[in-house]
RNA sequence: UCCCCGGUAGCUCAGCAGGUAGAGCGGGUGGCUGUUAACCACUUGGUCGGCGGUUCGAGUCCGUCCCGGGGAGCCA
């Protein structure tokens, strides 16, 4: 746990030992030390009790031998239910046969609060009853494992992007109208000013903003209000979005490329740990380095007509159509130029064959599908404005939008990619509902 | 919105051909000086999702509604 290293530490209590996080108890072996924490688990073996604490650090038990502590503690210990919080002081041990490798022979039991019934038991839960109780499940080895490659990917994102140059740029939330037009959104409304949406996609603004900065991105919420009900989705979502002035959709795809194998390569690097507590078998993120198979849409097409998947020219991928696209590959894999009539009014025609969009769509391995869609965006005013009468989408709200192709018009592009879709691929999670610490999905709201 | 599966103790589930409610875990009590989801003994625990129907009798069969899970479409 390498963030633990600059923690700042809390105030030490006169006449206590100083406090030492779980993770640093390395660094006190042979001293006192206070502990701060939850109870993890109990057990009771007659004149000699452990308790594991858990203080967000990392695990330690505790050693309660009568005599070694005052009487009245260790009385406390038999008050213990799981999830007390409690203050201890130790001493920090060597200890081989502990599976931290250290081990706290307590010398004071202070509870803070003794809970009653906590409902979440060492045992297998269904999936209903955790998400009912997610507030607390997050409490859970596993759980704690997710979230932390969660923030290794938004660290990693982050670096990425300011690596290349690229400037954060964050994008309204709440948004006159849709940004596509096709998916359905949240609608509230707006004080007296009528109906106002939650956003579904940044892109549009980051197009503005690539105009002003030459290479930009946002990373925010996203909200749909499809009633998808898979695996692969949720209503509230986080998104990581990129646009770049000058990018062609070939320059866009090395920049995703770039993106997804330098996060894996860093949620690699630094959160081993937590992926072995996940048991993901981390051969397949290994493998995912530079240069990602590049495909095109008919070639892909012909795959899977060949692989006895009959489909017609025209139509989109379903997620079984892109498992069995990304079982040809060990990492991830791009397929780029689907057919115009399947993707949104923004995108730009191939020049070599305007029934093409010059756009993409990386796939994950190991049926995880979608997790970056991408394109290059239409750069001529007329061609955009034929393309909104097309999809029958209204003019005056995207007045602001056109305003773009009337000053300064220049080719560009950009791509978003979902994180949880991605978390979810890298924790080797069956559900994306667990890669995001409060899920919103289509019958979920609580807690 | 559509298709499939499910709803029995706090949790995970069993319940035979329709005959009147079970286990494990958890909780409680006691025992045990090195336990690793400890173990042993005893104990606590139920509106069988709701409503209606068939039947001498329904957890079990039928209808309907509610809730949950999985999948499709759509998407990241």
């Keep these: 746990m390498t963030s633990a290293d600059q923690r700042p530490q809390t105030e030490d ?28 688990h109990l057990r009771s073996s007659g004149k000699i009790r452990f308790l594991v604490v858990r203080d967000g650090t990392g695990l330690v038990q505790g050693v309660l031998v009568k005599g070694q502590l005052p009487d009245g503690d260790f009385q406390e210990f038999d008050r ?11 001493l920090v041990r060597a200890e081989p046969r502990a599976p931290g490798g250290f081990e706290l022979t307590v010398t004071r039991l ?6 009653q019934d906590y409902p979440i038991a060492p045992k297998e839960h269904g999936v209903g009853f955790l998400m009912d109780h997610r507030h607390l499940w997050l409490r859970s080895p596993r759980q704690q494992a997710i979230l932390r490659v969660r923030d290794e990917v938004f660290r990693a994102c982050r670096d990425f992007f300011h690596g290349q140059g690229f400037v954060l ?33 940044g892109q549009l603004y980051l197009e503005a903003a690539a ?3 030459g290479r930009v991105y946002c990373f925010g919420p996203t909200f749909r209000a499809e009633k998808s009900k898979t695996r692969r989705h949720l209503t509230e979502f986080w998104m990581v979005e990129a646009e ?13 490329e770039g993106l997804v194998s330098y996060v894996v390569q860093e949620v690699l690097a630094h959160r081993g740990q937590e992926l072995k507590i996940l048991e993901r078998d981390i051969s397949p993120l290994e493998a995912a380095v530079p240069p990602f198979p590049r495909i095109s849409y008919g070639e892909a097409l012909a795959r899977l007509n060949e692989g006895g998947q009959e489909m017609a020219w025209g139509e989109d991928f379903g997620g079984d159509e892109e498992t069995l696209i990304s079982q040809a590959f060990d990492r991830p894999v791009m397929v780029h130029r689907y057919p115009r009539q399947c993707k949104a009014f923004y995108m730009e025609a191939d020049a070599a064959n305007p029934e093409l969009a010059l756009c993409v769509d990386m796939l994950a391995p190991e049926g995880y599908g979608e997790i970056i ?3 290059q965006r239409v750069a001529d005013l007329e061609v955009l404005l034929t393309r909104l009468a097309e999809h029958r989408l209204p003019r005056e709200p995207l007045e602001w939008y056109l305003d773009l192709r009337r000053y300064g018009s220049v080719p560009h592009s950009g791509f ?8 979810a691929w890298l924790c080797g999670l069956k559900h994306v509902r667990e890669a995001i610490p409060f899920p919103r999905l289509l019958d979920r709201l609580y807690p």
């Design 244 to 256: 770049a002035a000058f990018f062609t959709l070939e320059d866009i795809m090395g920049l995703a």
């Design 169 to 201: 740029v964050d994008t309204p939330i709440l948004t006159p109208t849709a940004c596509e037009g096709t998916t359905s959104l949240f609608e509230t409304d707006y004080l007296d000013r009528g109906k106002a949406y939650l956003s579904q996609s």
């Design 373 to 375: 869609g991408g394109s």
């Design 211 to 213: 105009m002003a900065l």
């Design 13 to 40: 209590q006169p006449g206590s030992p100083p406090v030492a996080d779980i993770a640093r108890l390395a660094d006190h072996v042979g001293q006192a030390v206070t502990v701060r924490g939850w109870v993890h």
């Design 80 to 90: 213990l239910t799981l999830e007390s919080s409690l203050i201890l002081e130790g």
């Design 110 to 115: 202070e509870p803070l609060q003794i809970p």
């Design 416 to 423: 978003g990619l979902g994180i949880e879709r991605l978390v």
